[in-house]
């Protein structure tokens, strides 16, 4: 970002060229800060995709909605998600993480508020306008995650960004465990109109605190030169917002077929592909099949539910740090990144055991078990922040994760017909499981060796 802000004396020096080597005074560790921040986004982010879900039963009776129009309208925030991936992540890197950033974080906290005011609009138009509105908030938030990896990128050395990846995408199990009771709580006691507007409300504040506080690494007025030299020498890329900013670099046709082509990238992108299937099946089948399967209560299933997500964080922390730690003992990139994905997915896999289990809480041990592996394997983001060429880290993102939301559409659709056709959720299960085994193929055999990729000239 160009900000007319100056930095602070500490920063002069880094921010004015004068050569890192003069790391004077204890380093900073401002970067850290900003990994809070993007954590709080995040899990705010996850929470505003839970409303819906939570109040949908006091929306579909008060707005008189078919079970059959909320089915539209929850698959509306899905397909406007993916299809806004490429443009958004094409966005991030022609004008920067934190404009771009900033500006989704208020859009989509803008369209949250306005469900809200849903029951004013004409009854005839009720549908199409929530329709519209819960699409818009799946088309605004599509660049979120490639930010938070493009700003990962930028702030944290490789041997840091196992870790930091992993915390920023564990906000989705703090918002499936913690926000979902609060705002159940909300629903009931004061009505759904007033978790929109929380929500909304709290997504504007932080993106005004965001686009007035936040600063790329080399013009940040808290870090020193210490910290910026430690970052930049690990691997960050500390000026690609500025590079953003400055180049308007346009890519060659053969540069996208590169993009969409490569081996490496395709293997990556199918990997997230397959670790999506398994959250998405936990985000809409697994209560059902808690309640519908195993004859859990609604109050038991609420319980239940919420323990698979708190082993997915678990499992986050741990994979991240794992990985972090076989870098800083001198393992390749390769054996750092391999590693936990494909121990998490092994173990991600054992979710079909379930079909042999006939005790109710020892299935919920099973699938806790599956997703705190899943968890392990959520270094995704820092493999596409490590192989993405330096000019496209937002086209990067955005394509994977793209490719990855694809499976909140296809998931739920497949496991419908599954259970439908079989009367059981015994096929759902193995469906899930065996994209844990492709997963696993494909970062084994498919994706290669990981490095930093160049776009061909």
């Known amino acids: 970002m160009t900000r007319t802000r100056g930095p602070t004396s500490s920063t002069v020096t880094h921010a004015t060229g004068t050569p890192e080597t003069a790391r ?16 709080t986004i995040t899990a705010i982010n996850y929470g505003d995709r839970a409303t819906l879900g939570i109040a949908g039963t006091s929306i579909s009776q008060d707005l008189g909605l078919t079970p059959i129009s909320m089915g539209y309208i929850f698959s509306a925030f899905g397909w406007a998600y993916v299809l806004n991936q490429v443009p958004g992540g094409w966005l991030l ?54 930010a938070n990896s493009r700003i990962v990128s930028s702030w944290f050395p490789t041997s840091e960004r196992g870790l930091a990846t992993s915390i920023f995408n564990s906000a989705q199990y703090v918002a499936v465990a913690f926000f979902a009771p609060l705002m159940g709580w909300v629903t009931q006691t004061f009505g759904w109109k007033y978790i929109f507007s929380l929500m909304g409300a709290l997504g504007m504040v932080l993106a005004i605190i965001w686009l007035a506080r936040m600063y790329s690494p080399a013009r940040h007025p808290g870090v020193n030169a210490a910290e910026l030299a430690y970052m930049r020498d690990g691997g960050a890329l500390v000026d690609i917002d500025d590079r953003a900013l400055q180049v308007k670099q346009t890519l060659t046709r053969k540069q996208i077929r590169f993009m969409l082509t490569n081996r490496t990238l395709l293997g ?37 539910a919420s323990v698979p ?39 991600a896999s054992s979710i079909c055991l379930c079909n042999f289990i006939q005790s109710g809480w020892l299935i919920v041990a099973v699938m806790s078990f599956a997703f705190f592996g899943k968890g392990i394997a959520a270094i995704g983001w820092a493999v ?17 994760n793209g490719v990855g939301n694809i499976a909140g559409i296809v998931t739920p659709i497949v496991i419908g017909y599954i259970v439908a056709l079989t009367k059981s959720y015994d096929g759902a299960l193995i469906f899930i499981a065996a994209h844990c085994i492709v997963a696993i193929i494909l970062y084994l055999f498919v994706v290669g060796k990981i490095r930093r990729l160049s776009l061909p000239t």
Not at 111 to 136: E, K, Q
Not at 271 to 300: E, K, M, N, V
Not at 318 to 343: H, M, Q
Request: one cysteine or more; glycine letters at 10%.
């Open 24 to 39: 004077v005074g204890q380093r900073t560790a401002v970067r850290y800060s900003v990994l809070a921040f993007l954590f």
């Open 93 to 146: 890197d022609r004008y920067g993480s934190i404009r771009v950033y900033g500006v989704s974080l208020f859009a989509w906290s803008v369209c949250t508020l306005a469900i809200a005011g849903i029951s004013h609009v004409p009854h005839a138009l009720m549908f199409p306008t929530l329709f519209l509105l819960w699409a818009a908030l799946g088309l605004v938030e599509a660049p979120t995650f490639p």
């Open 268 to 304: 990556v992108y199918g990997g997230q592909y397959c670790i999506t299937a398994l959250l998405y099946f936990f985000l809409t089948w697994f209560p059902l099949y808690l309640h519908q399967s195993r004859g859990f209560s609604l109050t038991a299933t609420g319980f239940a």
């Open 309 to 347: 997500a708190l082993c997915g964080l678990a499992g986050a922390i741990f994979g991240g740090a794992l990985s972090d730690k076989l870098l800083r003992a001198g393992r390749s990139e390769n054996i750092a990144r391999k590693t936990p994905y494909v121990l998490g997915m092994a173990a």
């Open 384 to 400: 596409i922040s490590d192989i993405a060429p330096k000019e496209t880290p937002g086209l990067a993102a955005g394509i994977f």
